[in-house]
């Protein structure tokens, strides 16, 4: 990379980071928090309160990409935080879980994640994206990793309201550091880009970004679904306790960074983007049959889930990057919105159908039915016919 493409990446992946620290952070506290409001005792309202976000989130992100294409990247990227601080504001200060609701609704209403994801990609070149994306990807993992151990700390401290007001400083801080992101290159896809903005029709008639959206909804809807059982499996088959779950999820993520970085050197050095990602499609196929057979003890299912975020995290930071280089320069925020539009969905149709099929046929199926989406998914990507161009066909 050259030193503006470093300075673009590590800038916004802190932004990325800080805000999805932000988000995490009441994940582990908050079930148990809320039965202390008002309303608190209807788990329906109280996953409602926690999954609004992703709702508010999704339908948003194509009109701010589309958005981003037209007035700037980073007037956009502004004020989705200056959102994303106000919700914080309101939740830190609500006395009831509607109020926390409201809250969490204009925090997803700042959904700045395509326009973040399109400023990296007008920074970076084709050959340096990958990695680039790969930073953010693995900056969220381990945002999400280090909210499941400071979070019950600093609820113990400082309480809930405290947690929101971190988010809000989080968020304006994100807003100083935007100004660090240096001015994309003249030449570039920004550069380039038209008056006339992003073309929604143009994008959704595209086969291959397509596929790469079904893909993230996938992703993100079975890793949604298999976290519905896996907790308690480490406690009832790992013999882990619940506070102590931190202890497997920290080295594990941590770990499957180590085992992602070579197999995106090797797909972007040696031109085998295809065989990686098809590959780490079949190794998550593997793992939830894996799961399915139901493991005992703490080291198998510890080993599952590093060969799990090992193929995650390939294709959490190759699906974005890919999306930017197939999508039409003058339209990449609006591809980039519809691909995080989906991703969105996939979070909250994947949490909704894990509990279903936990409830109605058992948590052994939340694997089979995983299983299956990621072999289709594989089928699905098998018949990509782009993997390096920059528009399309």
Known sequence: MTPTERRATVTLSFLFAARMLGLFLILPVFALHARQMPGGEDAFLVGLAMGIYGLTQGLLQIPFGMASDRFGRKKVITIGLLLFAAG????ALADSLLGVTLGRALQGAGAISAAVTALLADSTRDSQRTKAMAVIGSSIGLMFSLSLVVAPLLYRSIGMSGLFYVMAALALTGIAVLQAVPAPPAGSDLAQRGAQGGDLARVLADADLMRLNLGIFVLHAVQMAMFVVVPAWLVDRGRLALPDHWQVYLPVVLASFVGMVPIILQAER???????????????????????????????MALLL????????VLEATLPSLVSKLAPPEAKGTALGVYNTVQALGLFVGAGLGGWLV???????????????FAAWAMVALGQKRWRAATPA
Do not use: E, Y
Request: proline residues 3%.
């Open 306 to 313: 590093l060969l799990f975020f090992v193929g995650f995290n």
């Open 359 to 373: 409830q109605h046929f058992g948590s052994v199926a939340v694997f089979g039915v995983g299983t299956v989406a």
């Open 88 to 91: 914080s504001l309101l939740a």
């Open 270 to 300: 040696h031109g085998r983007m295809k065989a990686a990602f098809i590959g780490s499609i079949v190794l998550l196929a593997l793992v939830q049959l894996g799961f399915a057979f139901q493991p005992a003890g703490l080291m198998p």
